[in-house]
């Protein structure tokens, strides 16, 4: 791990319509760190990793990826994005392999494949276990199935940093292993990664630092808080549902 | 052949072929990124143009070029800064369009509505050289972009989002995809009309998804099946002395209905191949052990 700083972010403010959603986020992601972004619903945590990407316009503050400001980087082909899983597929069929292909897209000059981008396709697509389904339709696969075919799509340029949004999300188990022993494969290769997750689930053992959002502002960074007790359960599941400390009781107008 | 003794027959064949290449060619992308009708807007836009190059006395085929795609350039801009009522902007320019060609070509000299006409349901029997050099130089331009640019317009209407960190331009691809399906629109015109241009865009394509799975083949059917139904379509005309534009979009839903039957045995099959594979992997019925496991122990 060295000192140099893949994803940087200073005082970074944005608006989603008239709505401040990050209200001056600081943030460092090291190489081959790996970070977890975590918070609740509403918390900012995507709109964050979405301003990395470009996707949301910043409103005041800095980022810079590798050292670039991120209005001058163009080296896209080192930044692999997984995007929260939209159920909504493409109108017309496409099979596994044509969705990872685009992936490579980014190291692809005008557009053109060659034969050491199809293997690296392959590669992709072994990497997830997913190389048996390479010729089916992506929308004959089942949730998890689909959650790999865009892993291996960020996979497919061969990134230095992965960026994944929600990967756990709505994931069968089986999935979830495969998706753990990809992650861990990248990260001994000496990947970084930024993680949006809701709970740090069977990613934790991965995870160098957590950085906990609510309402837009950085509440903890350092290491991932250790679960305790009934917490530390195998298979149990981290919901809390009681307010901050300090903050107001929740009226539901029910006694009030 | 003696059907193709006749010049006009000759160019309205010429030209119903390219149409039935073009049309589906973008209008995949579009099914892609559900704008199915994309297309039926700037057909309504292009109005304007045919009546404007009617009043100027310019070739309407070149002016509903330039005005349609003006119009599929605001149409882009509008979806990317209209969040809110995006929805109410485009009605106004679809229906300013219409209203915008019936106006200008009432004002032109020894202008009516029946030269509209021709230019609505599409007329193949006056298409004239100087249509036939246009439609040629826009179906060209088509072609190159669908075909040249199609690992990067797939990309782009699959997942925008992503292909914007592949680096891909895609604010310049997806104005590309809107002025590509507006010269489209402006080929098909003289051959379906503008009414009935969407069709040809999307029907063969969502025919051919009855059989595929992979999108080059969706590509490759689509297109088959265009020029199939524009050929069939304009020989027919002839023969039965029926409008090649109507003819040319019932065989095309036709086709849709015909593939949709003969696919449903076809999709059975590849549904039962699928859930064999899985059950070997993953068995469909729960096995319970003949003795309880520690893992059973439920703890208080």
């Known amino acids: ?130 190389a048996d389904r390479a010729r089916d339709s992506v929308n004959a696969l089942s949730g998890g199935q689909h959650q790999r075919v865009l892993i291996a799509r960020a996979l497919a340029a061969e990134p230095e940093l992965l960026i994944m949004d929600e990967p756990m999300a709505g994931v069968d188990l089986a999935s979830q292993e495969v998706l753990a022993a990809t992650l861990r494969g990248q990260v001994a290769a000496g990947a970084t990664v930024l993680l949006v997750l809701h709970e740090l689930g069977p990613l934790e053992p991965l995870i160098d630092r957590a950085v906990v959002l609510r309402e837009g502002c950085v509440l903890h960074d350092g290491p991932p808080p250790e679960a305790v007790g009934q917490h530390a359960l195998p298979g149990h599941d981290h919901v809390h549902p009681h307010a901050p400390a300090g903050a107001e009781p929740i009226r539901t107008g029910l006694l009030s | 052949m003696e059907i193709l003794n006749y010049a006009f027959m000759q160019r309205a064949l010429l030209a119903a072929v390219l149409v039935g290449i073009t049309a589906p060619a973008i209008g995949i992308y579009l099914v892609q990124r559900r704008q199915a009708l994309m297309g039926d807007g700037i057909g309504h836009v292009a109005m304007t143009g045919v009546g404007l190059g009617f009043l100027l006395s310019w070739s309407p085929v070149w002016m509903a070029t330039v005005v349609s795609v003006l119009g599929a350039v605001l149409m882009e801009l509008i979806r990317w800064y209209g969040r809110t009522r995006g929805d109410i902007a485009l009605a106004m320019l679809f229906y300013g369009g219409m209203a915008g060609g019936v106006m200008f070509i009432n004002l032109s000299p020894g202008g009516s509505n029946a030269n509209l006409t021709s230019y609505l349901f599409g007329s193949l029997s006056t298409v004239s050289e100087s249509d036939v050099t246009a439609i040629c130089l826009l179906a060209a331009f088509v072609v190159l972009v669908t075909v040249g640019l199609r690992r990067q317009l797939f990309a782009v209407s699959q997942d925008e989002e992503f292909a914007r960190v592949t680096g891909l331009p895609v604010r310049a691809l997806n104005l590309l995809t809107a002025v590509t399906a507006a010269v489209t629109v402006t080929v098909a015109m003289r051959v379906v009309g503008l009414l009935l241009v969407s069709a040809l865009m999307v029907v063969p394509v969502a025919a051919a998804q009855q059989l595929t799975r992979s999108f080059a083949a969706t590509f490759a059917i689509s297109v088959a099946l265009g020029v199939s139904v524009t050929i069939g379509g304009t020989v027919t005309s002839y023969y039965q002395d029926v409008p090649p534009g109507a003819t040319i979009v019932l065989l095309t839903i036709g086709a849709f209905i015909l593939l949709s039957v003969l696919a449903a045995p076809l999709a059975r099959r590849r549904a039962r191949a699928l859930a064999a594979a899985q059950s070997t992997a993953d068995p469909a019925e729960c096995k319970i052990p003949a003795t309880r496991g520690v893992a059973d122990e439920v703890g208080v």
């Open chain 1, 1 to 130: 791990m060295s000192d140099e700083s893949v994803i940087s972010l200073r005082g970074v403010r944005a608006e989603l319509g008239s709505r401040p959603v990050l209200r001056g986020i600081d943030l460092t992601v090291r190489r081959g760190q790996v970070v977890a972004l975590l918070g609740a619903n509403g918390s900012g945590k995507s709109t964050a990793v979405r301003t990395v990407i470009g996707q949301v316009p910043v409103s005041a503050g800095e980022i810079e990826l590798f050292g670039t400001p991120r209005r001058r980087f163009r080296d896209w082909a080192r930044v692999g994005y997984v995007p929260q899983r939209t159920t909504a597929a493409g109108g017309v069929p496409a099979t596994v392999t044509e969705v990872v292909a685009s992936g490579r897209l980014s190291r692809a000059r005008f557009g053109v494949l060659r034969k050491a981008d199809h293997e690296a396709v392959r590669r992709a697509l072994d990497l997830v276990g997913m």
